[in-house]
Every structure is written in C-alpha cells, then in structure tokens.
C-alpha cells in the first residue's frame, strides 16, 4: 500500500503547525449593525428599559405596559439577544435560549429587568450606548455557530485530494465500491452499525465512551479508516475532556490489517504538541501518550491538517495503482 508508518504522518504534522485563523473556521463577515430595522428595535428596547427602570417605584400600570412592549421586542425580533440587557443575563446565570424554554416568561423577565435596574442602567447611562455593542456581542457568538464545520473541513480535504467521491448511504454499495465514505455521527448511524456487523468490528472505543460514534468512516480500495475529528483551541474544562477523548481513540484497534482508527486535530492547541519541552508537563505527558498508542497500535494514525493532507496524497496513489 502506499501509505507510509503511522509515526511518519505524526512527524509532518509536528513539523506544519495549524494556523491561527483557518479559513474552514472563518464565517462570512455579517454586518448587523447595519441592519436598520434592528438597530430601530434595539434603540426602542433602551428606551424602553430605562423608562421601566424610572417608573418601577412610581405606577405599576404604566410598567405593566412598558414590559408588555420590552417582550414583544425581545421575543420576536430576530439578533435582539445581541444586546447589553440579554448579554447581562448571563451574570445571573440565564441564557437567551433558555429564557425562551421557561414557563412564564413575562414573570420572569420582570425579574431580569429588576436586577438589570439595580446593577447596570445607571452605569450604562453613564458610559453610553453604542450600536457597536451589538455587533460586538454578536461577532463573540461565532464560535457557538460554527455547526458542523469541522466535518466540512474533512470533506473538503478527502474531495479535493481524492475527486469528488460519493456520500454513500447503503452499506453493499459502500463495501463494493472503490472510495466512498459515509458519516456515522451525522445522519448514517444505522449504516456504521451494519458495517460494524458485516466487518465483524467491536469498536471497543464506542462502547467504553457512551456509544460514541465516530464522524466519518472512509474507503480507498479494500483499506477502511475510521476517523474522530477534534477542532482543540485551547486547554480546560470540556475542551480536556474532548483531548483526552481523541487521544483514547487510536488506543483501540481491530483485528483486521485494512482497519485503520485515524484521529484528526486541528486547531491551534495541536501545536502545543509541537513546542512541548518538559516531560513534567500535562501537554508532554499528552504527546508521549499519542507516540506510545501509535507505536502499539501499528494501524492506526493520530494527525493535524497536514498530517492529514499528506495521507491523502498517499492514498491518491493507492487509487491509482
């Protein structure tokens, strides 16, 4: 075959370093701040909130109306959680789209609006508003709205390395044809599970990890790869987890020569790889786990961008044989 040792591919990823700002993470720029309509509704929403915030002591009726006006706006008009009022929710451990999940909701932001009088308005008053607020906070949401990019990422490299090879849905097509991949933990979990059973494969990572599924599974020729992708920028809280889980990865291996478990990194935390020194450090400790499972694990692949890039160019060759 012409792939090469799996230490191979782990070595020109520690030698090509994951950019700072990958394309395939990059959203198109959305200007909402000059979105007119909102920007009216924002503007009416501080108007309202400070005319609440003055009159709360003085006439029950006249806030009645006001937080009629203030739900209105807050539940119908779409980016209106890319204000400072929504925004301070957070500081009181509510989201936007919980709020939106709660019974009783005008209960409840009656409450909001009487924290946010107590511990903002007369600040923000004084600081003054910007429309750049907006924009800001929704720019800062970006990250949460990436969906499924990561699998993008890792269609777009098979298909631009490989041809535009099918997304295949049944499973005696998948095995009869050349290359092909399919995608267990988006829509074809019925498929990988069959392919499981027909291949005779126990997928031990699956059933240690909560029946786990992996994203993509891909065939060039009689060679199958089973593939985790992880997009890692930084240490901490889930994101260790989410680490530790990919490294775990490739410490399974099925008895068969053609299966092949590939863990995929990217993201700027895949460097830290790169410039670990002191074996004392958990990200060292990291790096020596992934060598120690490669070696073990002869079949199987642990690779960052390039890494990935460099396999594939390899396997366009086994295509071509």
Known sequence: MALKDNLYYWEVSLRNPEPIADDYYILDDEIIVLNESLIQKVARLRELITSYCVMREMSENATSKILDEIYNIITSIDKIQYTEFIAFWKTLDISYSIFKKLPNEKNIL????????????????????????????????????????????????????????????????????????????????????AFCNKSNLQYKFGVEHQGKLPDMVLKVNEYFFIIEA?????????????????????????????????????????????????????????????EKHL????????????????????LLEEIRK
């Not at 924009?135 to 041809?163: C, F, H, N, P, W």
């Not at 095995?175 to 092909?180: L, S, Y």
């Open 110 to 193: 009656k409450e909001l609006l009487e924290k946010y009088c107590e511990r903002r308005r007369k600040l923000y008053d004084q600081l003054g508003y910007s429309n750049v607020i907006v924009q800001a906070l929704y720019d800062s949401g970006v990250s949460r709205r990436k969906g499924i990019s990561g699998i993008e990422k890792l269609i777009d490299l098979v298909q631009k390395t490989l041809g535009n090879i099918a997304h295949i849905k049944d499973l005696n097509t998948f095995i009869n044809t050349p290359v092909g991949y399919f995608l267990p933990d988006g829509r074809d979990e019925k498929l990988f599970k």
């Open 230 to 290: 992880k997009h890692i920028k930084e240490t901490g809280g889930a994101q260790d987890k989410q680490i530790n889980e990919i490294i775990e990865f490739i410490r399974y291996s099925e008895n068969l020569k053609n299966i092949h478990y590939l863990a995929f990194m990217d993201g700027i935390y895949f460097n830290s790889f790169i410039w670990a020194k002191s074996s004392s450090t958990k990200i060292s400790t990291q790096r020596e786990t992934i």
């Open 295 to 314: 070696k073990e694990n002869k079949n199987n692949f642990f690779v960052n961008t390039a890494g990935f890039k460099a396999m594939l160019k390899d």
